[in-house]
């Protein structure tokens, strides 16, 4: 019996004959890079893949892959590839979309995708700003950002993606930064081989219009002191000598200083906790409760039937409760009309 080979593919075999037109110094090029690394380690085939986007920088996505893409309309990239993937089940789907794109216009796709658990693969950029259209604010601008829109500062409360994932029950929710090669490739594969909805918040720099907006999670001197990289079964370890960690005052999470000794009741992280506080109040973590560091990794990874799967088992049991029938006696079933 002759064993399948995998195809074997190279970086290359994903980057398309277009030019790529974004700004000298966007982190989009990082996370293009990213993925086309990641693509040839799948096993897949490059004709099954698709990458589907809305509007936004983030969006020109689909022209720099070289396989099958579809560039949509604004906000509706999760509804094409709802289709997409509910008709063709074996074909690995990947939204691309930004804070705006996803989050605004977008807002409404956004949960209700999740919250089917659509197999397919979502990241979205963020750069906390409009960027295609010239710099105005986001739904994840910071209260008080002042931008072309809001000349006297922002009065909306900000949102936080991967909570409102988390809160829509997405089964799988990760943070990564576009400055992080190798964490945003360990991130893309783990989506991939992921049942589900796969959502990838990645925090990513806009040099022209928001330059410098992560620059606590990024900046070689500051990064350790704001930021931890989750491990599954690990505690929360961050500081520039590895000596401060998160533990639990109740509900609430709080930073203890492990050169005193003090490394009892230690937070453990554990990504297959099906009840989704923990994953969120993580979420929240340096964003929204300011004072903790902001974490990066997969916060959540549980399984739950997919929606394609619980589809093709409802048009199996359709079928097999209705003799089969010919187009022509569906036509003329029940009263029809003649009409001359």
């Known amino acids: 019996m002759a064993v399948e080979q ?110 089917r658990n659509q197999d397919f693969k979502v990241l979205l950029f963020d750069n906390k700003i409009y960027g295609l259209t010239k710099g105005q604010y986001s739904p994840t601008s910071e209260l008080g950002k002042k931008t072309k829109s809001t000349p006297m500062g922002s009065i909306d409360n900000p949102v936080n993606p991967v909570s409102l994932a988390i809160a829509a029950g997405a089964t799988f929710v990760a943070r990564t930064v576009d400055n992080n090669v190798k964490h945003m490739k360990e991130m893309f594969t783990r989506a991939a081989n992921h049942k589900g909805t796969a959502f990838i918040e990645i925090y990513q720099n806009c040099l022209v219009f928001n330059d410098a907006a992560f620059e606590n999670y990024t900046e070689k001197d500051v990064k350790n002191e704001n930021s931890i990289y989750l491990e599954n079964g690990k505690p929360l370890i961050f500081g520039k000598n590895s000596d401060k960690a998160v533990k639990l005052s109740g509900f609430h999470p709080e930073i203890v200083n492990l050169s005193n000794g003090n490394s009892k009741d230690l937070l453990i992280h554990d990504e297959k906790i099906k009840d989704r506080g923990l994953s969120y109040m993580l979420g929240q973590m340096g964003v929204e409760n300011e004072g903790l560091p902001v974490v990066f990794g997969v916060l959540r990874c549980i399984e739950e039937p997919t929606y394609q799967e619980r589809l093709l088992e409802q048009e199996k049991t359709a079928k097999s409760q209705k003799p089969k029938t010919s187009l022509e006696e569906i036509l003329n079933s029940g009263d029809t009309w003649v009409i001359k």
């Open 6 to 115: 995998k195809p074997q593919y190279t970086k290359a075999d994903f980057e398309s004959e277009n030019d790529v037109r974004w700004c000298p110094g966007c982190g989009d090029y990082a996370i293009l890079s990213a993925v086309q690394a990641v693509m040839p380690t799948l096993g897949i085939p490059k004709e099954k893949f698709v990458f589907v986007s809305g509007i936004g920088c983030s969006s020109r996505f689909p022209y720099y892959m070289n396989c099958y893409g579809f560039h949509t309309i604004h906000g509706r990239a999760m509804t094409v590839a709802t289709g997409v993937k509910s008709i063709n089940p074996d074909l690995s789907v990947w939204v691309i979309t930004g804070d705006g794109d996803g989050l605004s216009i977008g807002g409404n796709h956004f949960l209700h995708a999740i919250r």
